[in-house]
């Protein structure tokens, strides 16, 4: 895919922000922002869901090292229900943003709309994070922050199985639905938690 480079902006305080959850039923979604250091280029960055865990793991370390300035947020399962799943990926990555240690100049967004509330001017890449680094870096951040978060959840609710779907809508997860029912951290308004609890 072809690597994008901004007609706009070309100074070095570009910050690439990008979310990890928009898909499962349950759980909160992550954003993370990340302003790449040039001086200290870090190599095998690439779509976080191309990547295996443990060459996500191993970068997500080396980014939080490396990079000017990093954020990572979420949106929880409430926010999630009441605004809508995309207004909430804006809301966390909005967030994230903001969290940031250093104000960018510029932000590049994975996907094609950009979050409302940036503190400068903004650009939209569709697949960013298969093509600009630093939405590459974040997406790793996000998932990995949120590959954790679910896990965590697991050894809460042992019987769903979250460490190995992540709360994807599998068919595993569905099963362990029908048989337990909803947990805390479930999305009443994605459409088969919905189903569900409609009965």
């Not at 100049?105 to 600009?132: F, Q």
């Not at 996000?142 to 896990?151: E, F, H, M, P, Y």
């Amino acid at each position: 895919m072809e690597p994008f480079v901004s007609r706009i902006y070309f100074g070095d305080l570009l910050a690439g922000t990008d979310e990890a959850g928009r898909g499962p039923l349950a759980g909160e979604v992550v954003a993370a922002a990340v302003i790449l250091d040039p001086a200290q280029p870090i190599t095998g960055l690439a779509d976080s869901k191309k990547l295996s865990e443990k060459k996500r793991e191993a970068l997500f370390v080396e980014i939080q090292e490396k990079a000017l300035a990093y954020g990572i947020a979420r949106a929880t399962i409430e926010e999630i229900d009441e605004l809508n799943i995309l207004h909430a990926s804006m809301l966390a990555m909005s967030r994230a943003v903001a969290l940031l240690s250093i104000e960018p100049e510029y932000v590049l967004v994975d996907g094609n709309r950009i979050p409302p509330n940036l503190p400068c001017s903004a650009e939209a890449v569709v697949k960013g994070d298969a093509r600009h680094a630093a939405i590459s870096a974040a997406s790793i951040l996000a998932k990995v922050t949120r590959d954790r978060d679910i896990v965590q959840v697991a050894q809460i609710y042992p019987e769903y199985g979250f460490e190995k779907h992540k709360g994807y809508p599998t068919a595993l997860h569905l099963e362990a639905i029908r048989l337990h029912g909803i947990t805390p951290i479930h999305r009443r308004s994605f459409g088969p938690v919905k189903k569900i609890l409609e009965g």
